[in-house]
């Protein structure tokens, strides 16, 4: 089991950053990759940005530029800078972990942070 907690979230004026935060808690040793996901009302929930454990990192084509996934290990702690923000980021910003054991792969999301930027 894991547990995700996402905090950093709130109202932002176009063009202003938040920096979202994501603790990760229980069997973290066997997380395979973290993401952030996001969804806007009435909208599919869409990849914003994934880090594996080596590091590598991907982004979703409209906050490449933008956004910066990091992840801190001695803190079990994923974060999403996100810079020059738009009215159309805002959304409920979700964090994702997904654990293999065995090929077996379980995803875990957190309860989710709400972000809105005005214009």
């Known amino acids: 089991q894991v547990h995700l907690v996402e905090s950093g979230g709130g109202l932002v004026q176009a063009g202003g950053s938040l920096r979202l935060s994501c603790a990760a808690s229980?069997?973290?040793?066997?997380?395979?990759?973290m993401h952030w996901y996001r969804q806007a009302p009435g909208k599919q929930r869409e990849l914003v940005a994934g880090?594996?454990?080596?590091?590598?990192?991907n982004y979703g084509d409209s906050v490449k530029g933008r956004f910066t996934i990091s992840r801190d290990n001695a803190k079990n702690t994923v974060y999403l800078q996100m810079n020059s923000l738009k009215p159309e980021d805002t959304a409920v910003y979700y964090c994702?972990?997904?654990?293999?054991?065995?090929?077996?792969?379980?995803?875990?999301w957190g309860q989710g942070t709400q972000v809105t930027v005005s214009s």
């Open positions: 880090i594996t454990t080596k590091g590598s990192t």
């Open positions: 229980g069997s973290i040793f066997i997380i395979n990759v």
């Open positions: 994702n972990a997904v654990t293999e054991r065995d090929y077996d792969f379980t995803d875990y």
